[in-house]
């Protein structure tokens, strides 16, 4: 019994993590960046929420909504300004930049905000389901609905609409894209919105499930998210799921079976094992470079 719950623990955290190596994911396969400030927009919209709920006393769907749209809009403005002038640059040119983005939003909440805790002011739950001697904790059973609602949409929407196609398509080539039709810095844009707008959520589940939020609540997770979009593929939206989930499993069943203090060790030692054996990913394709 005690595995069952270490399992469910580990999808409840594996859940969050998939959310947001999602947006990892989607980025790099369509502008071939890896955008680090992305973690810390959880806790952008986290603090967006806690601002509309508990300061402007909106009611919660209302700040909720807001905190993701706003989200979105800061991931396009993030693409527009710090980003797109950089599209021809070197890879470390982005790199150094988007650090520097990482660390901006991570000051500018310190300056706002200060550096204490602030109570999230939602905590969303369902009831408690009771198996046996099992009991899934509602907060647990919303994690993974909400998450999988996401999932399921963004499959849909990539594989079944127009727009979803011009990102599958600027993900091959996007100068072939641009001669068919393509606008291409529209779907970039798109592609940062909906990542940006999952990393929302995430930030949403995350302050609910641990009841605070901090400016640097986004580093680490968003760290651990990212090593769950390299251990599926990065690049790969499935890819993404299949290794945020399997991450916070190992997280949570090294917590319990080996070591507390030593589970960030392991959730680090696989990216590196991942990197040795298989750089693709579990789902990642590996694409020869032509000379």
């Known amino acids: 019994m005690k595995l069952l ?18 947006g990892y994911t ?37 700040g909720l909504l807001i905190g993701v749209a706003a989200c979105a809009l800061l991931g ?21 930049t988007a650090i520097g983005v990482s660390y901006f939003l991570q000051s500018a909440s310190l300056l706002i905000f200060s550096s204490e805790k602030q109570t999230f002011p939602v905590t969303l739950a369902l009831p408690s389901i009771t198996l046996g001697e099992l009991v899934i904790p509602g907060q647990t059973l919303l994690i993974l609905i909400v998450t999988a609602v996401c999932m399921a949409a963004l499959t849909f929407f990539i594989n079944r609409t127009k727009a979803g196609s011009a990102m599958l398509a600027v993900s091959e080539d996007k ?7 393509v606008n291409v810095n529209k779907t970039i844009s798109m592609t940062f919105a909906i990542g940006s707008a999952l ?18 609540m986004g580093s680490l997770v968003g760290i651990k998210a990212f090593v769950a979009a390299v251990l ?47 750089p693709s990913g579990l789902l990642g394709k590996s694409r020869p470079e032509k000379v």
């Open 26 to 62: 989607m980025v790099y396969g369509i502008a071939k960046m890896i955008n680090f400030a992305h973690g810390d927009i959880i806790m952008v919209g986290a603090y967006i929420v806690w601002l509309a709920i508990a300061v402007l006393g909106l009611p919660v769907p209302l």
């Open 5 to 22: 719950s270490q399992l469910l623990n580990g999808l409840n955290a594996g859940s969050i993590y998939a959310l947001i190596a999602i």
């Open 199 to 216: 990393a929302a959520v995430a930030g949403i589940l995350f302050s609910s499930s641990y009841v605070y939020v901090y400016p640097t």
């Open 76 to 96: 396009i403005l993030i693409e527009k300004i710090a980003y797109k002038p950089l599209r021809k640059a070197p890879p470390l040119a982005v790199l150094i």
């Open 175 to 181: 100068d072939a894209a641009q001669l068919m039709g």
């Open 232 to 278: 599926g593929g990065i690049g790969s939206v499935p890819g993404a799921m299949l290794g945020g989930i399997l991450l916070g499993l190992v997280e949570s069943l090294s917590k319990t079976y080996i070591s507390n203090q030593m589970s960030n060790a392991i959730v680090f030692g696989i990216l590196i094992i991942v990197l040795l054996v298989k």
